[in-house]
Each structure stands twice: as C-alpha cells, then as structure tokens.
C-alpha cells in the first residue's frame, strides 16, 4: 500500500506540478520598514524648505517686504521668501544659475517687484547668457526677463526712484553699465563701467537719471542723459594725502552728499563729485554694505569687527555719518563679517559672511537668528534620523549642524575644528559617527553631544562611515582605498578589529546588509565590490550577492541603478543616490544640480526620470527621511540644504 502512495505521489508531483521555478522566490533587494501597508511609489517632489544663504562672496542681498512681516533672499539658483512668523518659505524658481544679486523696488507703484541677476556663460544670447530677472515676490510672477551682454554674470541691480528703470552691472571684462526699461524689456543706454571690478551701482533714492558705482579703487558719479551716459570721477584733491581705495558700498544723502565705504573701514562723504571728509575707521574691517533708509534718513553701516564693548559689525548713523549706534551680533564667532543690511519698522536685517540672517531690535540690540547656513562648503555628509523627521549635515566649514524640518530650523551645531567629509546615526538614533578629512573619526551621544569615543587610524579623508544594522560594528570607508571595522561592543577604544582587503580605489559609498554580515562598497574606480563582515574578506559568488538583501542602498553604481546614468554622463556625473525606505523609488543628485527621481531597481540603460532643479553645480549628498516623507539634498559649491516632500501616488 505504501509503495502505490508513495508513486501516486511521485506521479502527481511529475505530472501536475505547477509551472514555477522550484528556485526559493527572490529576496528583497532592500529590507523595506512599512511591509504590511501597500507601498506607494513616489510621483513627485515639492521644494518645502531650503537652508542657506548666499552671503560669502554676494552683498545687499537680503532685505524686508510687507513691513518686516516677510524677508526676501536667495542661495544657489533659488529666490526665497521667508515668513518671519511662521519660519515657511516660498521660491522662485525661474532662474537656471547661480543668483548672485537681488534688489526690491521701493516705489509704491511696484510694491514687492524684485529684481534678481544670475551668474552666466557666453554673450552669445543664448540660453546660457547671464539674465536678470524681474518678479512678484509674492505670487512669484515673472514680469520680465533681461537676457544681457554681461558675460559672465550680473553682480549688482539698483531701482530708480520711479520704479521704472533698472540698472545692472556686468562680470564682464569692461564691468558694463546697463540701463534698462524692465517692463518693456528694452536697453536704454550701456557703456563700460571700469577695467576693474565694480562692486555696486545704485540710483540716487530720489533720481531717475543720477547714479553711484563703487568698486576696485574707483568711485564714479553717473548722469543718464537721453541714451547717453554720462560720468565723472570722484575728486580727492581737497584732501590732504587723500588717495583713491578700493570701495565696497555706497549711500546717500540731502543735498547731494554721497558716502562710500571702503576696503580700509572708513567711509568717505562725497559733495557733488568731491570728497569733502573721511569718517576714519567707522569699522575696523571692510565696509562691505550700507543702507539708506528712505523714511529718515538714517544710514546703516556693516563690516568686518571683532565684537568689543564699544564696537558691534552693524552701526546705525545719523543722516551726516557724524553719529552713531554699534550693534553687537550675538553670533558667538571671534569675528563678525557683514554682507548686508537693511532696515525695518525699529529693526535691522543683517545678512553675514557665516551665511546667517538675523534681525537686531534697535532699542533693546536684542538679536534673533532667523537663518542659519553652512558658511562654507561643500556640504559632504548628511544622515537622516531613523525614525524622526531630523537631519545631520557635516561640511567642509568643521560643523556638524542637526535640522529639524517640522519646526524650519537648525536646532544645533558642533564645530570640530576640522572639515567633516560624511556622518551617519546608529540604528537607535542614539549616537553619531562623523569622519573628518584628516582620516579621525568621532562618535558622539546624540543626548549630550559627548564624545563617546575618537580614533585616527588613517591619515587621509573619511568618505563614509556607517553603523551595522545590528549595532555592533562600525565600517569606516577613506580615500586610502580601505574601510575598517570596529567592534563597538568593546567600548570607546575603538580598536580596529580588521578591514577589507584589496579595494582597487578610494571608497565613495557603503552600505550593510540588512543581516549585518556583508557590506558593499563602490569605489572611485567604478567597481561595486561586496564584503564579509567583519572578516574584509572579498565576496565574489555573484549568485549569493544577487540574494543579499540590503538594509539601506545609496550606490551610484550595480546593475541594479545602470538606468540612473545619462546618455552624456561622463563616469563621474552622478555622485550621489539613495533608495527609498519602500524599496521602489530612487534619487539621484549630479554634476549639474539635478535631483532625478527614478523607479527602484532600475536596470535598463537611460531609464526615464523626473528632474528637479534648484540647487547650482555639482550635489554631494542626497536621502530620504524616516517613511520617505521627505528628500533632503546637499550641494557643494552653494552650500545649501533643500527639503522636497514627497508626494505619493493615491491608493
């Protein structure tokens, strides 16, 4: 009897099997953290919330709208309008590069009109060609688009008292002095400037056809006359041993006073075209921004200055520069360098070299923080906490910063004295791993920012780092084409218990195993390479890495993510990428500020995509945030943070 059920079976299983591989079914590529609810593939990205300021090498750039209620900048290629209130922003996204100036129009007729100039290639008319901007603060409206013969770019714009005109200074070899009809669109006269670089020209707050321009040992008095311009030189001769600096920033006064400021700190006041006094070291450092203010009269000043009992970096004078009011900025920096200021309802807006914005109370010199940026880039590291909506950035300016998106702001910063190159949270959010330039690394406790434990072991940078799933090892990837293993399970020594052997390159991501037995590394020479933990032994069964499947995946290289790369890409276009935390969306950032937004795995060469622009060259990092709510990016050059939501496809 058993012999006849045991073929019956064997008969069944031969001839009524069904019509599958008897192979186990495929693991998950990446190990998904909301498996039970249906997953919703991502459709799109809103820019939420950009985190920098473009104050380094830019001046005059931040200023109030709405009686203060808002403040108007910009970083990377983006236009930001900031609620002083509730922290949320809106962009203006029109632009295609870097903005490097921005003025608000002051004439009631054009309430919150804005003009914005961008940097540019060729002089050619091309799209490429630098471009001013002419927009609606508020709905964000282009009014009108200026495409210039300023190659190079656009580093300073100025309203007439009317409203009506424009007028831009060019990058260009000659410094071009451009008078425009903005609403026409239409150049009314242009004439070179100087052979070397003007830094700001502004129209006499009461004149249409009267302008200032200031820059390297030059200081020019303008008419506009029909289509014609006309000049004159400013005139030292009244003073004794007087001689012609380098000039920064310009206001105005009644009856026809001018004051430049200058490279020295003094601020020199002009009569017609004369120099008739010095206000000698109004700062000890560079006058790098004045404000007119219209109502009054008053003039703001901003430079570089140790802060000092008497001595603040912003200074309100009377309408003769005679007198004045120091303001000291609570920054906590041994020195204060200001790029630009403007002046509210009993307040000044100050914008900084240090990429913050801050307002100062005018009679109680109280300051408030409303900006804060990394001050100098790139920005290379960036974590995304595990559960909450937080995110650590480490740059190359030596600070960690940790961002809390819900509430619009930085909610800390370490500076460590040297550039950080890459951080990352353990699983728990407990604690954070940051790897320096100079080969250190630091794990610090989240709850009282202490270091728990430092170890330099390699002597050049750290270019990712991260905790195992598991929590017990550490993987320290560096430029000397090695990662290394610590065993965090015995303690704040950190005694590397091995590394992997034979990497062809330096590392440029890694990524563990949901299981904590393996970790992938791609290289600089454009290998992906998989490694058993912790013994750094190479893993070359290709079968068996085809079955691993990955706690997190931010490589830019594996047949998994051929499809990321552009027909035009050279091998180093796409730097960073990162999956979503459902295993079915990928993003990528490049060489030429783009996030792309791709389906996860994406095999097939050239896949198709949606782009994202706003950031301007090259994007060093980029993730998701806990329940891929949000995408954080981070750009080099521009030194800024973007926060887009993501938008889920409907059930």
């Not at 954080?632 to 030194?639: E, F, R």
């Given at each position: ?18 019509p599958v591989s008897r192979a186990l079914p ?624 409907p059930h």
């Open positions: 009897m058993e012999w006849v059920t045991d073929s019956l079976l064997l008969f069944t299983v031969l001839y009524f099997r069904p495929q693991p998950e590529k990446l190990q998904t953290n909301n498996v039970g609810k249906k997953k919703r593939p991502i459709e799109d990205l809103i820019l939420e919330l950009v985190f920098g300021y473009r104050g380094k090498d830019c001046r005059n750039n931040v200023h109030y709208l709405n009686d203060g209620a808002d403040v108007i900048y910009h970083t990377a290629s983006i236009g930001i309008l900031y609620n002083v209130a509730t922290g949320s922003q809106s962009f203006y996204q029109e632009h295609n590069d870097d903005i490097l100036c921005l003025t608000v129009n002051q004439h009631p007729k054009f309430t919150n009109i804005v003009a914005t100039g961008q940097v540019g290639d060729s002089a050619d008319m091309s799209a490429t060609a630098p471009s001013i901007h002419v927009w609606d603060a508020m709905n964000k409206q282009t009014l009108s688009v200026l495409r210039c013969y300023h190659s190079k770019g656009v580093c300073s714009v100025s309203f007439s008292a009317t409203g009506k005109l424009l007028l831009s200074i060019g990058l260009d070899p000659e410094h071009t002095i451009t008078i425009w009809k903005w609403q026409e669109g239409a150049k009314i006269a242009s004439r070179a400037g100087h052979n070397q670089r003007i830094f700001v020209a502004e129209f006499r707050p009461d004149s249409d056809t009267q302008f200032v321009s200031v820059g390297v040992k030059h200081v020019r008095f303008w008419t506009l006359a029909g289509r014609a311009l006309l000049s004159k030189k400013g005139l030292l001769s009244s003073i004794e041993d007087a001689r012609m600096q380098t000039m920064l920033s310009v206001a105005f006064g009644a009856n026809n006073l001018t004051f430049t400021g200058t490279i020295s700190g003094d601020v020199c006041v002009w009569k017609d075209h004369v120099l008739i006094r010095i206000v000698a070291k109004a700062h000890n450092g560079p006058v790098f921004t004045m404000y007119t203010t219209l109502r009054d009269g008053l003039i703001v000043t901003g430079g570089k200055e140790r802060p000092s009992k008497e001595g603040g970096a912003v200074k309100l004078w009377d309408q003769e520069l005679k007198r004045c009011r120091a303001f000291r900025l609570e920054t906590g920096q041994m020195t204060d360098c200001v790029r630009s200021v403007c002046r509210g309802k009993g307040k000044i807006l100050v914008g900084t070299r240090n990429a913050e914005i801050i307002e100062v109370g005018e009679k109680n010199a109280a300051c408030n923080i409303l900006i804060n940026g990394h001050m100098d880039g790139p920005i290379w590291g960036l974590a995304t906490h595990p559960s909450r909506d937080f995110f650590l950035s480490a740059a190359e300016d030596g600070t960690v910063r940790l961002w809390d998106i819900a509430e619009k702001k930085m909610l800390n910063k370490v500076s460590l004295g040297h550039a950080a190159r890459t951080v990352c949270y353990s699983p728990e959010g407990d604690m954070v791993a940051i790897g320096m330039k100079n080969g250190e690394f630091i794990i610090l406790l989240v709850t009282s920012l202490k270091i728990w434990g430092k170890k330099r072991d390699r002597r050049s940078a750290i270019q990712d780092i991260r905790f195992s799933p598991d929590s017990r090892y550490l993987a320290v990837g560096s430029s000397e084409n090695a990662v290394d293993f610590y065993d965090l399970t015995l303690g704040p020594t950190l005694n590397r218990v091995s590394y992997c052997k034979d990497i062809p390159s330096f590392v440029i991501q890694m990524d563990f195993s949901a299981d904590s037995s393996y970790l992938q590394v791609s290289t600089g020479s454009y290998k992906r390479q998989v490694y058993e933990v912790p013994s750094g032994k190479q893993l070359v069964d290709q079968a068996v890495i085809d079955r691993i499947t990955w706690a997190t995946w931010t490589s830019v290289l594996g047949d998994e993510v051929i499809g990321i790369w552009s027909r035009h890409a050279e091998k180093a276009d796409v730097n960073c990428a990162c999956v979503s935390h459902s295993g079915i969306n990928l993003v990528t950032g490049d060489d030429f500020g783009m996030v792309k937004l791709f389906d996860f795995p994406c095999p097939e060469k050239f896949a198709k995509h949606k782009r994202f622009l706003g950031h301007s060259a090259h994007l060093t990092n980029i993730r998701f945030t806990s329940g891929d709510r949000y995408v954080v990016s981070a750009g080099g050059d521009d030194c800024s943070l973007f926060v887009w939501k993501c938008v889920h496809m």
